[in-house]
């Protein structure tokens, strides 16, 4: 059974509150044909605030990932979204993406 006790009783009441806010400086992404995944650990956080320059494919798992493809992704569209990070995944979550193009993405991250 997971450990999901990983927060005060604050946080886990109120999971729309954070009492981090750690902004990851943008990353230029190599494109999906050159197959570079990329991964953050985000792992004791609630949300994660994600702003692609272009379409990604990302899923969260309990290793970082070699391969990534649109079999086993979802697909983000460029503009900023919030994503809710999923806690029965394991002691240790990646958020793992790709570009889907043949062209570099710049991808920010804020973890919260």
Not at 34 to 52: A, E, M, R
Not at 100 to 112: H, L, P, Q, Y
Request: hydrophobic content about 40%; proline content about 2%; aromatic content about 8%.
């Amino acid at each position: 059974m997971a450990d999901l006790h990983k927060f005060s009783v604050q946080e886990a009441v109120n999971t729309d509150t954070s009492s981090t806010w750690d902004v990851i400086a943008g990353v230029t992404d190599a494109n999906a044909s050159g197959g570079t995944v990329l991964n953050i650990d985000v792992s004791g956080y609630h949300t994660l605030g994600i702003q692609p320059a272009d379409e990604i494919f990302f899923h969260f798992h309990n290793t970082s990932t070699v391969t990534l493809t649109e079999a086993d992704a979802l697909k983000l569209a460029a503009g900023l979204s919030f994503i809710k990070v999923p806690k029965g995944v394991g002691d240790t979550i990646y958020f793992n993406y790709v570009a889907t193009g043949d062209s570099t993405c710049e991808v920010r991250v804020v973890k919260m």
